[in-house]
């Protein structure tokens, strides 16, 4: 069985209000290691990380669309102060998105806001 990976995006910090560690579990480590994660907001959590929260309705992190060299995309959660950097400024297009199964090996080529 493969192993489970916690991923998690720190919402609502500052202006005295709590955070929220909004989490998920994912099958081995994705989004091609530190350099995507940190352009995306994402942490890994630490096996005794407290504080997280999973299955939360509300809030969410924002999601972008993940679209590769020669077609096919995936989504992603993203720290809402990170979506203008990744959407408009392109922090990760280029880079290789390296996720065991369907997506290896892949360039990114653009990523786009998704709503809802």
Same mark, same amino acid.
């Given at each position: ?9 720190? &919402?609502? *910090?500052?202006?005295?209000? @709590? ?9 081995? /480590?994705? &989004? *091609? ?12 959590? $630490?096996?005794?990380?407290?504080? &997280? ?6 809030? $969410? ?14 989504? *992603?959660?993203? /720290? ?12 990760? @297009?280029?880079?290789?998105? /390296? ?7 892949? $360039?990114? *080529? ?7």
């Amino acid at each position: 069985m493969a192993k489970s990976t916690v991923l998690y995006i720190t &919402l609502g *910090s500052g202006a005295g209000i @709590n955070a929220i560690k909004y989490a998920w579990r994912v099958t081995g /480590d994705t &989004l *091609s290691g530190k350099t995507i994660r940190s352009a995306l907001g994402i942490k890994l959590a $630490k096996e005794n990380e407290k504080g &997280l929260v999973f299955g939360a309705n509300s809030p $969410k992190p924002a999601r972008v669309r993940i679209n590769f060299e020669g077609g096919g995309s995936t989504l *992603s959660f993203c /720290d809402p102060s990170k979506v203008e950097n990744v959407t408009i400024n392109g922090a990760i @297009n280029k880079k290789t998105y /390296d996720v065991e199964g369907k997506f290896r090996n892949r $360039k990114i *080529s653009s990523v786009t806001s998704v709503q809802g």
